[in-house]
């Protein structure tokens, strides 16, 4: 369970965000909304601990009973998908990967893991390419995948399907579902789409400036 408890954002001594509350179950999606520049990446930017340094945040995260604002960025343990693919792009598809993996398992484990996680979004064919020569869609199920390989206990997507055409998007979708109901992991969606929010969320989260929901 992710929980986010009276959480507020300010900038320049005035609110983002203020006493924004949600609880995410293990294996469920919750959608938030709003216009530009509202605050909806700062809220995720605040969970994960990566907040700018000009905006302050105050207010509880805790997931799965863990205060995650005591615990240090790199040891959230959460997976973060965005617009725009997080990919080494000097790195072949398969260590892309391999580079998410535990370092705690075998070599050849790990390759067996990324070997399998390739294959499940039909990227098998590809592991010696770099990214650049992958599509749009390959690229996104790539950092998916990337993402996911690296056991994160609660996703934080931003906007990760917003480059991607309306086919593209509604396979993202199911991956992005499968992936959270097969791991019982929760996760934040930010997204400007209705039908995002209509397909995965069984909640959506309307930010509307200060006032918020
Ligand atoms: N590093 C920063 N320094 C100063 N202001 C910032 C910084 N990062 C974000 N902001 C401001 O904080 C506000 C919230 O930004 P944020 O990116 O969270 O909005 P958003 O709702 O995600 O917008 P969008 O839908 O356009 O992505 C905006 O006014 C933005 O200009």
């Given at each position: 369970m992710l929980t986010l408890s009276n959480v507020s954002l300010t900038l320049n001594n005035e609110y983002l965000i203020k006493d924004f509350s949600a609880e995410i179950s293990a294996g469920k999606v919750l959608a938030v909304m709003g216009p530009s520049g509202v605050g909806k990446s700062s809220l995720l930017a605040y969970v994960s601990g990566t907040l700018a340094p000009e905006i302050q945040g105050s207010g509880s995260v805790t997931l799965d009973h863990t205060?995650?604002?005591?615990?240090?960025t790199e040891q959230r343990r959460l997976g973060l998908l965005q617009q725009a693919p997080l990919l080494f792009p000097h790195l072949s598809v398969m260590e892309n990967v391999l580079f998410a993996i535990p370092r705690e398992v075998s070599k050849s484990l790990r390759r067996e893991q990324a070997k399998a996680a390739l294959a499940s979004v039909g990227l098998e064919q590809h592991e010696n390419k770099l990214p650049e020569q992958l599509s749009g869609g390959q690229q996104a199920r790539l950092a998916l995948i990337r993402t996911l390989s690296a056991k994160p206990q609660a996703l934080l997507l931003d906007e990760p399907f917003s480059k991607l055409d309306k086919a593209l998007r509604q396979d993202m979708r199911e991956l992005v579902m499968k992936a959270v109901c097969t791991h019982q992991i929760p996760a934040i969606l930010v997204t400007h789409d209705e039908d995002d929010a209509r397909a995965m969320a069984f909640q959506t989260c309307y930010l509307s400036g200060a006032s918020n929901t």
């Open positions: 205060e995650l604002t005591q615990v240090a």
